[in-house]
């Protein structure tokens, strides 16, 4: 994920790779590892990547970093366990401390609050969510309030079921943006792009024609009727 944005940003902004700088934290020791190997196999210097292994929501390693992450992709596991009840201090945690901390059940939004936390102020966040975490009520809806009252809800896009791989399930992305005055408005684009692939074998796919559609979408905020 974070290689497949470097190479857009690479593209899009005329910037060379070499001149980025990358920063991960994964939990899982397997995964953890694959990534610092797909770094050096893609030629991304050691001194360019800081990839750790621990738990993001209560041992996270970059928070010397705050407000200074350009671009943040996440894709959290979905809706696990943590340990807040357990963890008296993550209370008053700057990443939380503004709303109630997520159900220890739900961990989802807490994923969400430490991305806009660690997000620069001019830049944007993309995470993929299970869409339960847009109606879920109760602490997560006391969160997902605070986020529109501040208006760092960009956009929500829905996505086709059955595009990832171990997994059919439907998914979204939360678009975030910390500072408000980079939005014209308030408002909150939705795009419904679950109708947006072409069927394989076993998954189904989004094609280029697919992305772009909702990219041009996102970039225009235009109203298109049932989508």
Not at 20 to 46: D, G, P, V
Not at 84 to 95: G, Y
Not at 178 to 207: G, Q
Request: aromatic share 14%; charged share 25%; hydrophobic share 40%.
């Amino acid at each position: 994920l974070l290689l497949k944005v470097s190479s857009e940003i690479e593209k899009n902004w005329q910037t060379n790779r070499s001149d980025l700088n990358f920063y991960w934290q994964e939990k899982n020791a397997t995964t953890y590892n694959l990534c610092r190997m797909n770094m050096f196999l893609h030629w991304i210097s050691f001194n360019k990547f800081d990839i750790q292994n621990d738990d993001t929501l209560t041992h996270p390693k970059h928070l010397s970093f705050k407000w200074k992450m350009d671009v943040i992709v996440s894709n959290p596991p979905y809706s696990i366990n943590w340990e807040w009840s357990d963890n008296p201090s993550l209370v008053s945690d700057e990443r939380f401390s503004e709303v109630v901390l997520a159900p220890k059940s739900k961990a989802d939004l807490a994923f969400v609050l430490h991305s806009l936390y660690m997000l620069s102020w001019k830049w944007t966040a993309a995470i993929v969510e299970f869409p339960s975490v847009l109606t879920r009520s109760w602490d997560e809806a006391k969160i997902r309030q605070h986020l529109v009252d501040n208006n760092h809800v960009d956009t929500i896009i829905q996505l086709p079921d059955n595009i990832f791989f171990g997994t059919n399930i439907w998914t979204c992305i939360i678009v975030l943006k910390k500072d408000w005055t980079r939005k014209e408005d308030t408002s909150i684009l939705f795009i419904d792009a679950s109708k947006e692939f072409v069927k394989t074998w076993k998954k189904n796919k989004l094609t280029e024609e697919n992305i772009q559609k909702i990219f041009q979408t996102y970039q225009n905020r235009e109203s298109i009727e049932h989508f």
